[in-house]
């Protein structure tokens, strides 16, 4: 585990950005700094989980949120704006504290340490493996997913003053960093050690904020999640525990530079350039790659359209090089019902072949060519949809369906068409705990694939339960 020493300095409240849980604002008394700092830690999970936690206003200093209304509630959902990725929602101030930063110093710093720890327990009918499965991977397990640190500073994007700065440092160890990890950075836990638990630096990059140019430019460098998507691989910025089929084998780091413009109110557009999916910047593997996005959001806020043509470059076969085209839709029936719509195609050229004499990239698959193909172009495609219902402040219900068709079998091990349906409650003990059970039911439509190979369906039961300092 890292442990980061950082200044605390103070000034107003800064944005959520995607990758962070919303929490609320800290309890603040007369007596608070009189009393010891495991106190003070305890007194804030006292007050949350009795509802007797009370708000303080915003710092004098903070200013009103700049921009279309958020459309959801935050809890019970994972996010109250339409996501996009590889920016804090510009315009949208931080007034969030967290259970540990209240025990350090009231919450008054804009340097924020935080995280969460995520045990997670599965039963399925596959006795060997719930690949290709996301997050809970290994059959019939009680196990540690997560266990993450965050420390980060977030831009002022509400103010059009002045340039300011943010960063994010994170520390990620479980059986999850099989889902983040990319080559070059640990990644030899995983590619040549095949370890069930290991650490991975999920999220390490600075930001700065432009406002002179349109509503706001946020430019981000370092390593970042891949920007598309409903879905991030960090378990509180998801509807459902477990990840469907279409997450399960997309790109999930990108490590590079990328402006996010906000043009007006509904609309924002995304260009960067990285090193490619899931590569260190040292790595052979790594070669100049092209992001482009686009976002609308409609005036009512009940719609939004995000497409991104994302890790652009030859194509060719590398560790991941992944050539990836995504939409994403949201729509907001009511103030309780919304649903989250995602498809995407992927491919990669001269993909070595299954039957053939080239050897493929440690931890990457080849692909089942037609006959005498040494290699070939490998292409899938996938879609999803997720439909919610807020049932109280502290609950909701999620419903996903996905299909994904694994062409030539280079994402999943198995050429094969896929289908899986998924439901789960979410249940919030204050703002603090989440639980979140789940009923999942999947099926290879062509050919055995569960249990390693043994099964054509996979039924699993399992749940996670996220605590939050």
Avoid at 189 to 213: C, K, M, S, T
Wanted: net charge negative.
């Amino acid at each position: 585990m890292w442990i980061v020493l950082l200044p605390w300095d103070l000034a107003s409240a800064q944005q959520l950005e995607k990758e962070s849980a919303p929490l609320p604002e800290a309890p603040k008394s007369a007596t608070a700094q009189t009393k010891g700092f495991f106190t003070r830690w305890a007194d804030f999970y006292r007050q949350d989980w009795r509802g007797t936690a009370a708000s303080s206003p915003a710092p004098p200093t903070a200013l009103p949120r700049r921009g279309l209304p958020s459309p959801l509630d935050s809890p019970p959902f994972p996010n109250s704006d339409w996501s996009y990725g590889g920016s804090p929602v510009i315009g949208e101030p931080d007034t969030n504290s967290y259970p540990l930063m209240t025990a350090i110093n009231q919450a008054r710093s804009r340097t924020k340490i935080y995280g969460w720890i995520d045990p997670t327990l599965n039963f399925s009918t596959s006795a060997h493996s719930n690949a290709p499965e996301a997050n809970d991977n290994y059959s019939n397990r009680f196990e540690l997913n997560q266990l993450v640190v965050y420390a980060e500073r977030l831009p002022d994007s509400v103010q059009r003053d002045h340039i300011d700065w943010g960063y994010h440092l994170s520390a990620l160890y479980g059986t999850d960093y099989r889902f983040t990890t990319a080559k070059g950075y640990f990644s030899g836990q995983l590619l040549n050690d095949h370890r069930e638990y290991g650490f991975d630096p999920a999220l390490e990059y600075v930001d700065i904020y432009i406002p002179q140019v349109a509503q706001g430019m946020n430019v981000r460098l370092g390593r970042f999640i891949s920007i598309p998507g409903i879905e991030a691989q960090l378990a509180p910025n998801n509807y459902i525990f477990s990840h469907s089929l279409l997450y399960a084998i997309d790109p999930f780091t990108d490590t590079g530079l990328l402006a996010t413009v906000k043009l007006n109110d509904q609309w924002l557009v995304q260009a960067g350039i990285t090193a490619g999916h899931d590569v260190a910047l040292w790595t052979p593997d790594a070669k100049p790659s092209a992001t482009a996005c686009v976002s609308y959001t409609t005036r009512s806020v009940n719609d939004n359209l995000y497409i991104c043509a994302n890790g652009i470059n030859d194509g060719k076969y590398a560790y991941n090089n992944l050539q990836q085209y995504d939409a994403t839709w949201y729509h907001k029936f009511s103030k309780t019902w919304h649903m989250a719509t995602e498809t995407w195609y992927m491919y990669e050229r001269d993909v070595p072949a299954v039957a053939g004499n080239i050897q493929p990239e440690t931890g990457a698959n080849a692909a089942y060519c037609g006959t005498g193909e040494r290699r070939c172009t490998a292409p899938e495609y996938a879609a999803v949809n997720f439909l919610q219902k807020e049932l109280s402040p502290h609950d909701f219900l999620s419903f996903r369906s996905d299909f994904l068709d694994d062409k030539k079998g280079q994402r999943t091990g198995y050429a094969t068409r896929y289908s899986e349906n998924t439901i789960m409650w979410c249940h919030w003990i204050g703002t603090t705990v989440q639980l979140r059970p789940e009923l999942r039911f999947e099926r290879a439509l062509d050919k055995k694939v569960y249990d390693d190979g043994r099964h054509h369906n996979q039924l699993t039961v399992a749940s996670d339960l996220i605590f939050h300092f």
